[in-house]
């Protein structure tokens, strides 16, 4: 096994709650002057796990609200579709208009 594996395994059975700088320090402590710096742990971290960022949208929850509103965004404004998702499913189960901003905000940087 190679030395950089050998470093990889270790930070995977690590608790993911620690931070970059407390996991720097549990490396050195283990594997000396061969352990990775912070910025390497950062490196290697971000390239083989996904960021999940935030909580799932309310529209992300429910596909029929999502069709219905991928259907409407570009050619309606944000406020006509907020007001056509109310007349078709109801106050409780209609996405605000800002989150209708958010979900478009996030599937556009998604694609």
């Known amino acids: 096994m190679s030395e ?45 796990h996904s960021i999940k960022s935030g909580r799932k949208l309310r529209i992300g929850l429910d596909a029929e609200v999502r069709a219905f509103v991928d259907d409407r965004l570009g050619r309606l404004t944000l406020s006509e579709i907020s007001t056509e998702c109310v007349a078709a499913f109801g106050k409780e189960r209609a996405p605000s208009r800002s989150g209708i901003h958010r979900y478009w905000m996030r599937s556009r940087n998604e694609k």
């Open 4 to 48: 950089d594996q050998d470093i990889a395994d270790y930070l995977e059975g690590l608790p993911r709650h620690l931070t970059y700088a407390a996991i720097a320090e549990f490396c050195r402590r283990r594997f000396g002057k061969r352990a990775w710096s912070r910025a390497k742990i950062v490196r290697y971290w971000c390239a083989t």
